[in-house]
């Protein structure tokens, strides 16, 4: 079990450059965590987000994910009616001891991150054989 | 059904969003951090030379899953997301995700080349391009005299 986290140091987090973060609006992606018998399901949705465009770093015991957003409009379009913003989508979270760090895999699929978070496998007790001298 | 649901037994995950809220508050980032709009997808127009472009962002939709159509100056958007298949809702951690049906019609407020419109989903991200009406150079009406 984790523990509560206290501080998180700025640097912890991969962050916009910033000349671009006055500009750019930032989003905390929607997500949905479910279990199964090999381990977690981290799905993300960050919908312009391609994998060139995506970073997703463990560290330590944080995991993070910052997706860029690549506009792809054309040059002179002019923004007539708008609902919604675009913006980076960044997340962080704290992983506990039961995640294998090292065998963590991702893959994006239409503007949909899917992590895997494979779970540790706890070591067999080793009998240790003693010889009588 | 509840956004945030937490099993106890097996929880390697802290969420640090209200940190990072926090940090990202204290420089000064607009962070909206909830979006709900009143009409799903919300969508934004743009005007471009020759025609109008549609966008909106449906991550994880699949083209399959997806009809266009464009009648009368109305254009229909009509999809369905699924979630993971085969997974049980009591596996869930957190669901924070939306799936399900959903129907859009928009009425274009300007003439589009109805046949000619086309529309392309990448990474999550729906264009649909309305190609404008060419402008028809106006035609003078002969006037008639009327009757004696």
């Keep these: ?133 | 059904m509840a956004v945030f649901r937490w099993r106890q037994n097996w929880e390697p995950f802290r969420d640090l969003e209200q940190q990072v809220n926090r940090l990202l508050e204290s420089i000064r980032v607009p962070l909206p951090s909830i979006r709900l709009d009143r009409h799903f997808p919300p969508v934004n127009l743009f005007e471009c030379e020759n025609e109008f472009l549609l966008t909106a962002e449906l991550p994880g939709l699949q083209p399959e899953h997806l009809e266009v159509t464009m009648n009368g100056g109305v254009l229909t958007l009509r999809g369905e997301r699924r979630g993971p298949d085969g997974v049980p809702d009591e596996r869930f951690r957190r669901h924070e995700r939306m799936w399900g049906s959903w129907q859009r019609s928009l009425s274009i407020p300007h003439r589009v080349q109805e046949d000619k419109v086309s529309a392309e989903l990448t990474d999550g991200v729906l264009k649909i391009r309305l190609p404008k009406v060419e402008e028809t150079k106006s035609r003078q009406i002969p006037i008639n005299g009327g009757p004696q």
């Design chain 1, 1 to 133: 079990m984790s523990q509560t986290i206290s501080t998180v140091t700025s640097d912890a987090v991969p962050q916009p450059r910033a000349e671009v973060a006055e500009e750019r609006c930032l989003f905390t992606p929607p997500i949905d965590i479910y279990d199964t018998e090999e381990g977690l399901v981290l799905l993300a949705d960050l919908p312009g987000v391609n994998a060139e465009s995506l970073d997703l770093q463990v560290q330590d015991n944080k995991l993070a994910l910052f997706g860029r957003v690549a506009g792809s409009l054309p040059p002179n379009a002019r923004l007539i009616h708008q609902e919604y913003p675009v913006g980076d989508f960044l997340r962080s979270f704290i992983l506990s001891d039961d995640v294998d760090h090292e065998r963590i895999t991702a893959k994006l699929n239409n503007g949909v991150l899917e992590v895997f978070l494979p779970k540790a496998t706890r070591t067999q007790p080793r009998r240790i054989q003693v010889n009588a001298e």
